[in-house]
Every structure is written in structure tokens, then in C-alpha cells.
């Protein structure tokens, strides 16, 4: 389930109508074990990931391209975005960035689970029981969560329009994690997707032991301790 920041309540005024999962009955169902073992502690690596402003420049070009609206055009073929076109794509881009912040990744998985949990923000479960993938439902929304391929998705169908889906897929050495976002609304007319880049990491063990006594409350030490 998700758990959403307090602040995604806000995009939700920029949909306008429902939209249907990008998740088809195939890719819900699973045949014997998992086909991709996702866990681990996984690290941003901020050198790899796409840069907010690069794509937004691109997805400036490419409504530019396609605009209904002419009257700005300076060449043939190329118009300005509409005001709306631009509000809505970085209305997008915003939410697209929020959500993408955290920069450290702990997932879980067993033979029927998934749990990837981000610290500060919000969490995926995706429970498979019986070979199927169980939705969810919340005051939020939907989310469903499916395999296409060795690829996780998870999509989180929001009310007014609002999808907000994952794309995890792990290197063939399992030391490399890419994380692919895309947010999309019925009010733009293109969705805005970011990639996020993961390294594995060893988290390492706690410096300090530490133990309760009647005498002296919380002792702690770098080393063994004998009651």
C-alpha cells in the first residue's frame, strides 16, 4: 500500500477523469516462484539519473511538434505549447521529482511479498498469493502490482485521472537497480517519466551493543556485553 506525502493531495486537481491500469491480467499472474529477486539495500546513484530540466526540455520540443496552435509558430511545422499544455506537463514533473526523492531503497521479498520501503516517503507492497497478485484499495486509489518479464511494475490509479506507476529492473549481476517513474494525467497530453538509478549496498551492523540493567539503566559498549 502506499502511503502517500501529504502534499500529493495537491496534484490531484491537475486530472480530470479516470484512467484505466497499465497492468493486463497476464502480467498480475505468476507461475511458480518469483521471476526476479529484487532485494536488497539499495543507494541513489545520482551520476546515472535523469535530470528533471533535461526532460522536461524534451517533452517541451515534442508538444511543440505536435501543437494545435499555430499562431506562435517561428517555423514551419513547430508551434509554442499552450499555456495549459506547459502547466500540466510540470505540474507532472513536480510530483514525478517528489516521489523519486528518497535516496535509499530496502525491499523485501519472499515467496509471496514484495515490500520496498523508502525512508521518509511512501512504501510498495505487492502481495502475490495462489500465483495472482492481489489488488489494493485505499482512500487514495488502486494499486495493483505485475510482472512483465523479469520487470516489477506497480500501478497506483489515483482518483481523478491520477496513475502514478514503477518500473523496477535489476542487472543481471544484482548490483544494479533502475527504477523507471512515470506520471500521467488526462489532462496532458504526454506523461512525464524519470529514471532513477540504485546501487547495492551492505548496511553495516550497529556500532553499539546495548543492554537494559536495574542498576545502571542503558549500558551500551563497542564490544560484547556480559550482564
Avoid at 58 to 75: A, E, F, K
Avoid at 104 to 115: A, D, G, P, Y
Avoid at 142 to 158: F, H, K, P
Wanted: aromatic share 8%.
Amino acid at each position: 500500500m502506499f502511503r502517500l506525502p501529504g502534499l500529493l493531495i495537491l496534484f490531484l486537481l491537475i486530472a480530470a477523469c479516470s484512467q484505466q491500469p497499465v497492468i493486463d491480467d497476464r502480467m498480475k499472474r505468476i507461475d511458480g516462484t518469483m521471476p526476479a529477486d529484487l532485494s536488497g539495500s539499495w543507494e541513489r546513484n545520482y551520476s546515472r539519473d535523469d535530470e528533471v530540466n533535461a526532460v522536461l526540455y524534451g517533452l517541451y520540443y515534442q508538444l511543440s511538434r505536435t501543437s494545435p496552435d499555430q499562431r506562435y509558430s517561428t517555423s514551419p511545422g513547430v508551434a509554442m505549447p499552450s499555456q495549459n499544455d506547459m502547466a500540466s506537463v510540470m505540474a507532472l514533473a513536480r510530483l514525478a521529482d517528489l516521489i523519486t526523492r528518497p535516496h535509499v531503497l530496502t525491499i523485501s521479498q519472499n515467496e509471496h511479498e514484495i515490500s520496498i520501503e523508502r525512508k521518509d516517503d511512501f512504501a510498495i507492497l505487492c502481495a502475490f498469493y495462489d500465483g495472482v497478485a492481489k489488488g489494493t484499495e485505499s482512500s487514495y486509489g488502486t494499486e495493483i502490482c505485475g510482472w512483465d518479464g523479469e520487470q516489477l511494475i506497480s500501478n497506483l490509479v489515483l482518483p481523478d485521472g491520477l496513475q502514478v506507476t514503477h518500473r523496477l529492473t535489476i542487472s543481471v549481476d544484482r548490483e544494479q537497480l533502475r527504477v523507471v517513474t512515470t506520471v500521467s494525467s488526462n489532462t496532458s497530453r504526454v506523461p512525464f517519466t524519470l529514471r532513477r538509478f540504485y546501487t547495492k549496498f551492505e548496511r553495516l551492523p550497529p556500532t553499539f551493543n546495548c543492554i537494559e540493567t536495574l542498576s545502571m539503566k542503558r549500558v551500551c559498549s563497542t564490544g560484547e556485553i556480559v550482564p
